[in-house]
């Protein structure tokens, strides 16, 4: 079941958010399909990979761009993905 949600998540952030978005910051690229490697500590409250937290770190700079999208501002601003970024490290910055 876990896998399934993790799939059908993947596929979801693939087709709706394709596009990638420059961010001036050291020339950062957002693009949130580079958290797809967090969906199942997300989705599961399992313990994030290192490649989880290594993406999360690099995205961080964009989190607040994808907390204004409806499409994302649901698993994005979830418990469980601010757990996996403090487990991480890397809190989430204050939009």
Known sequence: MAVRCVAIFALMVLLVLSQETKVTKADITCNPLMLSVC??????????????????????????????????????????AKKVASTCGSPFPKC
Do not use: F, G, V, W
């Open 39 to 80: 969906a199942n500590a997300i989705m599961s409250s399992t313990t994030p990979s290192a490649m989880c937290c290594s993406k999360l770190k690099e995205q961080r700079p964009c989190l607040c761009k994808y907390m204004k999208d409806p499409r994302l501002q649901k698993m994005i601003s979830s418990p469980n």
